[in-house]
């Protein structure tokens, strides 16, 4: 009996992949609204007969398993390097995940071009800009290489011919949503073509040790599968972050096969594309007036990495019944808790007075690490007396009014001596197993209460 693929309807969520055989209009997984559509899937049936035919995979003592050695090469743009596992690994699949607009085609570009300038052939497939638009781009960045090429293609199959012609060390597709298999009966940028596609690069990837990087723009609104549907099929996954209005981009490591998660870039986005910042924290804190009221140092973490960063704050006195509270990079709840907890517990009558807090950089940063700092950054604009400028801070606080102990204390206290700062209030339970090491050069000051950590710095 001959067996047949057979061809299923189902519908498929843009944001997260799920699949079902009905309609719905929220998906019962990621919980968006009017993100299902409509797909044909060929679900092959499992032939014994074939089956038998193909070789199989031998188990092997685990010992027995010789390695060989990952030998990787650096793109010599540092932080990428440093934040992918110190250098690109041959024949991986990378996601580049990003809001449109908000520097993945810059970057790819400057990659490729100190990739290819390393002797390396890079095909760039640009689905979304044509050749001319790129090479403007490009000669504006001052990117030139002999071995860049490039090719405006979204036809899947002509992309291959290309690859096979040039036979690059290296593969770019800005971005994936573009590309389509003709073959496939759903549209570009469908769950099922952006899959596809994904798949065949990781067999090509794999197949012939070509590094292929995947952008994959983050869409709003559902219509357009978006990058987390790709996240398990490839092995490193990058997100880009950051705001139009602000210079800074944070590249963050979700997933590395070959490396460390939750490593952090920082760029910016200059005339010149994208520059590294290898001391954040510099950059931050440049931009401080000292010693006014209002403004607290933390040693905050994104992913693994301390960073200094300052929270500052504003309270000033409303007579309108309901006063506001606003916030930028921080979150809203977060904020309208630590308040609720300096009036409860410091007995400071904040519900007469309108409240801003903001974290200077554009950042966002969602850290627990940060609380203390807000919480002084607020009581330091109600009292009108400024924190002194070389204390740094770091704590959880919880809704009693207590300083948490937060994670990586050493390296906050580590990144704020390197800084320059003389003093360190952290939670009391986090002195406890501290290294003599981060103990010398500044002065800890151990706080078991929000109470405590005011007097230490506001007097
Ligand atoms: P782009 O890399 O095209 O974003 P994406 O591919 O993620 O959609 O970045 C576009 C923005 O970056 C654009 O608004 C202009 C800005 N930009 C600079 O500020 N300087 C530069 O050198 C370049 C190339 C872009
Ligand atoms: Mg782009």
């Not at 010992?63 to 793109?75: G, P, Q």
């Not at 693994?304 to 509270?325: D, G, K, Y």
Request: aromatic fraction near 6%; proline fraction near 5%.
């Amino acid at each position: 009996m001959a067996i047949k693929d057979k061809q299923r309807t189902e519908y498929a969520c843009a944001t997260c992949g799920t699949r079902q055989m009905k309609w719905t209009g929220q998906c019962p997984k990621c919980l968006e609204w009017n993100t299902f559509h409509e797909e044909v899937r060929f679900v092959e049936k499992f032939d014994a007969k074939k089956s038998r035919i193909t070789e199989k995979p031998k188990p092997i003592r685990l010992k027995d398993v010789t390695l060989k050695e990952t030998t990787r090469f650096e793109t010599e743009i540092k932080e990428f390097d440093r934040m992918i596992g110190g250098g690109i690994v041959p024949g991986s699949l990378a996601l580049v995940g990003g809001e449109p607009g908000i520097g993945k085609s810059t970057l790819m570009l400057q990659l490729s071009a100190r990739i290819a300038n390393k002797g390396k052939t890079v095909l760039y497939v640009t689905g979304e800009e044509s050749v001319e638009q790129t090479t403007i781009r490009a000669r504006r960045l001052g990117i030139e290489e002999e071995g860049l090429f490039l090719l405006a293609e979204t036809n899947f199959n002509h992309i291959l011919q290309e690859i096979d012609d040039i036979n690059p060390d290296v593969l770019i597709v800005d971005s994936i949503q573009v590309i389509y298999k003709a073959d496939l009966p759903s549209a570009p940028g469908s769950v099922t073509q952006v899959r596809e596609t994904t798949q065949e690069l990781m067999l090509l990837s794999k197949g012939r040790a070509i590094t292929t990087f995947i952008i994959g723009h983050v869409t709003k609104g559902g219509d357009i599968a978006g990058p987390k549907v790709l996240e398990h099929l490839v092995d490193t996954v990058l997100y880009f972050e950051g705001d139009k209005q602000n210079n800074f981009r944070m590249i963050k490591v979700v997933k590395n096969r070959f490396g460390p998660t939750d490593e952090v870039a920082v760029f910016q986005m200059l005339k010149g594309g994208l520059a590294e910042v290898p001391n954040p924290s510099e950059l931050f804190l440049a931009e401080r007036v000292l010693e006014v009221p209002g403004a607290a140092v933390s040693a905050a973490l994104e992913g693994n990495r301390p960073i200094l960063i300052e929270a500052q704050a504003l309270v000033s006195e409303t007579n309108f019944p309901a006063p506001m509270r606003r916030s930028s990079g921080i979150d809203q709840n977060r904020l309208a808790l630590l308040l609720a907890v300096l009036e409860k517990k410091v007995r400071y009558p904040l519900y007469r007075c309108d409240v801003f807090v903001s974290v200077a950089g554009g950042l966002k940063i969602v850290e627990p690490g940060l609380d203390l700092a807000l919480v002084l950054a607020v009581a330091s604009s109600f009292r009108s007396k400024p924190i002194d400028r070389n204390t740094c801070m770091a704590g959880e606080v919880g809704l009693s009014g207590e300083v948490r102990p937060v994670a990586r204390i050493e390296s906050r206290i580590k990144e704020a001596k390197h800084m320059g700062f003389k003093r360190f209030i952290l939670p009391k339970r986090n002195m406890k197993g501290l290294s003599k090491e981060a103990r010398e050069g500044i002065i800890l000051v151990g706080a078991d209460f929000i109470e405590e950590a005011i007097d230490a710095c506001i007097n």
